[in-house]
């Protein structure tokens, strides 16, 4: 008992050097940043984003895409993330100041999204393949999103927001009906397609 003090101090002292260490050091160096311009006069980046696009990053989430996918591009000479067409420079803490959750991701079982919105800029690319990856990326292990997506009769011209799916697809809707995304899908495409690495910042230049 007579070491009882110097145990509660040790314990105390681990933990605060834990905590300067992993979280008082890291909000010193970037937690302060804000959005920052190339030269005076431009537009500083990143920009915030929309709401709809918040609400699609939810829906991100909750499908679980961050187990597949990253939200980094690597520096060069640290893996083909350039060779790949990922993005044209690496993200910088800079690039996440506006995301109340980054998802970095865990493993890369598809390919970085980071720059997704600016390689992938077809909104209906992205439909189709939501609905079944195998329509516009053959052999793809992603699986399906069909929930996302719902069955309605034609009514009229038809709703402008029915998929466009190839007339030899195995599983195409009976005469008379369509397929269209459902809201918590429109949010997803409209979160994806805000996903681009098109800026520069003082940190990250393309030439770099």
Known sequence: MKRLPLLLFGIILTIAS????LVLSGQIQIGNLKPA????GDDPYPRQPSGVADQG????IEMGCIYCHS???RRKGFGADFDRGWGDRQTVARDYIFQKRVVLGTMRTGPDLFNVGQRLSVEDWHY???YDPQITSKGSVMP?????FKKQKIEGKGSPDALKIPPDYKDIPENGYEIVPTERCKNL?????????????PEARFSE
């Open 144 to 148: 399906p999103f069909k929930f996302l």
């Open 189 to 201: 495409v409209t979160y994806l397609l805000s996903l681009r690495l098109d800026y520069e910042l």
């Open 71 to 73: 939200q980094q591009v």
């Open 128 to 130: 189709l393949h939501l």
């Open 57 to 60: 990053k939810q829906v991100y």
């Open 37 to 40: 311009a190339l030269e005076e």
């Open 18 to 21: 834990s905590f300067t260490g």
